[in-house]
Nanobody
Framework: VQLQASGGGLVQPGGSLRLSCAASGDTLSNYFMGWFRQAPGKEREFVAAISQDGSFSAYRESVPGRFSISRVNSLNTVYLQMNSLKPEDTAVYYC???????????????????WGQGTQVTVSS
């Protein structure tokens, strides 16, 4: 499966963005999906994840209530809605997928087999 992330950009603190991750080459419903981010000089970190049927989702501690992950399998697309953005949310955001990941491993980047190219999110006034 190939993944294409989009929707990043420059936004002021308190603003919103919606990231999209479009899949091609296979059916998205076969894959557990995750969003990760990496800021300059920092390690890649988990942001959010969602199971194949959308019944399970998970978030890093700093984003519940601000970020929301969703998926529309019929469109082969996963979304990350980001509200109340803060400067510390600035990073390159990556989507990732894996066909056999279990929910308990959702935050582990090494568990994901496929990765998109990333989209830059910059939160600044």
């Amino acid at each position: 499966v190939q993944l294409q992330a989009s929707g990043g950009g420059l936004v002021q603190p308190g603003g919103s963005l919606r990231l999209s991750c479009a899949a091609s080459g296979d059916t998205l419903s076969n894959y557990f999906m995750g969003w990760f981010r990496q800021a300059p000089g920092k390690e890649r970190e988990f942001v959010a994840a969602i199971s194949q049927d959308g019944s399970f989702s998970a978030y890093r501690e700093s984003v519940p209530g601000r970020f929301s992950i969703s998926r529309v399998n019929s469109l082969n697309t996963v979304y990350l809605q980001m509200n109340s953005l803060k400067p510390e949310d600035t990073a390159v955001y990556y989507c990732a997928s894996d066909p056999v990941l279990s929910p308990g491993r959702a935050s582990k980047a090494d568990e994901y087999e496929y990765w998109g190219q990333g989209t830059q999110v910059t939160v600044s006034s």
